[in-house]
């Protein structure tokens, strides 16, 4: 079993920044690809960004240039920073893995967080 638990979330004001960590737990030595996905109110969850095992990242277009991802393989935590927000950007964020390896053998197990709430005021 794994379990990925949010934190960093809150209040910031439009042109503020918030780093957010997602910190995946349990029987695992390594996770694969992990993501940051998004959901505002009455809108598609919808993916923020991706991070390969090997480091490779990818940005939707609206966060390329404000936002980051990075992972630290040895506290299986992937961060999100959050740079330059806007209003729009405000909206529930979730931490998310697939695949996952014990330290004998790969699993899948489709894993989300809780989600942490990010507000942004103008």
């Known amino acids: 079993q794994v379990q990925l638990v949010e934190s960093g979330g809150g209040l910031v004001q439009a042109g503020g920044s918030l780093r957010l960590s997602c910190a995946a737990s349990?029987?695992?030595?390594?996770?694969?690809?992990m993501g940051w996905y998004r959901q505002a109110p009455g809108k598609q969850r919808e993916l923020v960004a991706r991070?390969?095992?090997?480091?490779?990242?990818s940005y939707a277009d609206s966060v390329k240039g404000r936002f980051t991802i990075s992972r630290d393989g040895a506290k299986n935590t992937v961060y999100l920073q959050m740079n330059s927000l806007k209003p729009e950007d405000t909206a529930v964020y979730y931490c998310?893995?697939?695949?996952?390896?014990?330290?004998?053998?790969?699993?899948?197990?489709?894993?989300w967080g809780q989600g942490t709430q990010v507000t942004v005021s103008s």
């Open positions: 349990g029987s695992i030595l390594s996770s694969n690809a």
């Open positions: 998310h893995g697939l695949t996952y390896y014990s330290g004998n053998y790969y699993f899948t197990q489709d894993s």
């Open positions: 991070i390969t095992y090997g480091g490779s990242t």
